[in-house]
Each structure stands twice: as structure tokens, then as C-alpha cells.
């Protein structure tokens, strides 16, 4: 009787599984490293937008951002206290003038809010300064950026 010779290398359910979960982890382990790269560029701020932040007279944090809109200026400031319900009035200045004022309630989920104004680039480095005050505390928060 005549055999026929087995090959060199045989190929089991074990070596195959380890060669398809490898192939797997090849494919996967880059792509998950790189998914946080493209969600951080994409949720990244422009080149041209400048943002600053910082921290109240009590526990409230502020944030201000100034960008290039279509000839003018957009200035967005955030007012963050982490309590629903309190009452702010706040003054947004541009170069020492009065550009827009009002009152905001600090609102859920985050227990904060913003205010948005689009201004006029006048010539040269434009100047903000966003002050808010709570009004049953008197806690102050001043927020200032350049643009």
C-alpha cells in the first residue's frame, strides 16, 4: 500500500484561530489608536480662534473665545457654576467700550450659559473683557481676550 505523504506543516482549528485573531488585532489595535486622533482634530478649536480660561471670586469657572466671522469678530463667553437657577448680569466690552449687557439664568444640564455677539474688527489687536456678576452671591467673574 502506498501512502501519500502528509504535508510538511499541518494546519489545525487551533493554529487557525490564533492566525484570524492576529489578523484581527493587526487591523483593530491601529484603528482604535487612531480614532482619538481624529475625534481631538475634528473638536479642536481653529487656528485663528483664541480661547481663554479661568476662575471666578467663588467656585464658578469662566470661558471666553474670540474668532474671524466673515469680517467681524464673534465673541462667545461661558459662564460655568454648576448650579441651576442663579441669576447673572454681565457687561461685554470691546477696546473699554459697552458693546452689549444683560441678565442670564444659569440653566440645566451643566448649570451654566453662554452669551454670543458678533462685533466689528476695528483696526488692530480688538480687546474684550466679559464681566459677570451673581447676583445673590456678588461673585464676580472677569474674562478678558485678544484678538
Not at 70 to 78: F, H, L, N, P, T
Not at 110 to 119: I, K, M, N, Q
Amino acid at each position: 500500500m502506498t501512502r501519500t505523504p502528509r504535508p510538511a506543516t499541518r494546519t489545525t482549528a487551533r493554529t487557525t484561530a490564533r492566525r484570524t485573531t492576529r489578523a484581527l488585532l493587526a487591523l483593530v489595535v491601529p484603528l482604535t489608536l487612531a480614532a482619538p486622533l481624529v475625534v481631538t482634530a475634528s473638536a479642536s478649536a481653529n487656528d485663528a480662534d483664541v480661547i481663554r480660561r479661568g476662575s471666578c471670586t467663588g467656585s464658578t469657572d469662566w470661558k471666553i473665545k474670540a474668532k474671524p466671522d466673515d469680517g467681524r469678530i464673534e465673541v462667545e463667553a461661558e459662564i460655568d457654576s454648576n448650579v441651576n437657577g442663579q441669576t447673572w448680569g454681565w457687561v461685554l466690552r470691546h477696546d473699554g467700550s459697552v458693546a452689549a449687557r444683560g441678565s442670564s439664568t444659569t440653566k440645566a444640564p451643566s448649570g451654566s450659559f453662554s452669551v454670543e455677539r458678533r462685533l466689528v474688527d476695528a483696526a488692530g489687536a480688538d480687546a474684550f473683557t466679559f464681566r459677570a456678576t451673581n447676583a445673590a452671591s456678588g461673585e464676580v467673574c472677569v474674562a478678558k481676550v485678544s484678538l
